[in-house]
């Protein structure tokens, strides 16, 4: 059973998305939260697996949650699920350790997949979310030429280097496990050696790092 945080400051988008998924077996909306200030205050308390976070909220909003959530709780996977795709937001959001960036207009049933795959450490973004993202990840590549660090400086393995490909292209850790003929334990405790050679605490953050090394 996922145990899944609803952060948003309209209520019938809370009250909404609380009916949709206490639908399903596997799912359970333990809270809702109106602002990122309340669900910081309410994940130490309930201990969710999956938080659906809002960007624009009054007191602290949501990017500003997450960072703060994911500096003490890096376990909890942060889905922002907004109606902004503006460049800057969606790149903030991910910097600051959310695991995948969805818009409002996403159907029921792909939004319920996209819990459970985040909560499997998949990260998650719409096609025109991602064209965003792969653009101002080569346009500071390019800026940033000079000073790039390859995998050899990192001391990442071979094994690792194939891992981080198949990360950058958006395999699942159940399809890199099918891939390399691995099980899912081992694939996990690789993509976590890589995270700490990287600096980083999650898969999205992982991925704008190689992008700009690869």
Do not use: A
């Given at each position: 059973m996922l145990r899944i945080l609803i952060v948003d400051d309209q209520t019938l988008m809370r009250d909404g998305l609380k009916t949709i998924l206490d639908l399903e077996d596997d799912l359970e909306v333990i809270g809702t939260a109106s602002n990122g200030k309340e669900a910081y205050d309410l994940v130490g308390k309930l201990k969710p697996d999956v938080i659906l976070m809002d960007i624009r909220m009054p007191v602290l909003n949501g990017v500003e949650a997450t960072k703060i959530i994911k500096a003490e709780f890096s376990d909890v996977s942060i889905i922002m699920l907004t109606t902004f795709d503006t460049d800057d937001l969606i790149i903030e959001a991910l910097e600051c350790g959310a695991d995948g960036y969805l818009l409002k207009d996403i159907d029921a049933d792909r939004l319920i997949q996209s819990i459970k795959e985040a909560a499997n450490g998949d990260m998650l973004l719409p096609a025109k979310v991602a064209a965003k993202l792969v653009n101002r990840v080569l346009k500071t590549k390019n800026e940033d030429k000079e000073n790039t660090v390859d995998f050899d400086a990192l001391k990442?393995?071979?094994?690792?280097?194939?891992i981080c490909m198949l990360l950058c292209e958006?395999?699942?850790?159940?399809?890199?496990?099918?891939k390399l003929f691995l099980t899912l334990g081992?694939?996990?405790?690789?993509?976590?050696?890589?995270?700490s050679k990287l600096g980083v605490t999650n898969r999205t953050a992982a991925i704008l790092f190689l992008k700009k090394i690869i």
């Open positions: 990442i393995t071979e094994r690792e280097k194939e958006g395999y699942s850790n159940k399809q890199i496990c099918d081992t694939v996990k405790n690789y993509i976590t050696n890589i995270y």
